[in-house]
């Protein structure tokens, strides 16, 4: 699971389907990625996504993924 993903999202107050909508992907995907059942590595497109939804940069996300890893 992605608890950082998790975290930033409920720290922002954003729902899963406002993510999936923030992302342009669905609801249920979104999900799938934050509980690591899809994209095992992170794609570098949808990392510079959520560095602009919770404000952070890239780099962190990077830093947050191998902690998880």
Known sequence: MRQW????REKN???????GEQL????????YI???DRQKNLDLTLAAKLS???GIPIQQIVEFERREA
């Open 13 to 19: 107050g954003i729902t899963q389907a406002q993510m």
């Open 24 to 31: 342009d992907i669905s609801e249920a995907y979104y999900s």
């Open 34 to 36: 934050e509980s690591g």
């Open 5 to 8: 993903m998790k975290e930033m």
């Open 52 to 54: 602009v939804i919770f």
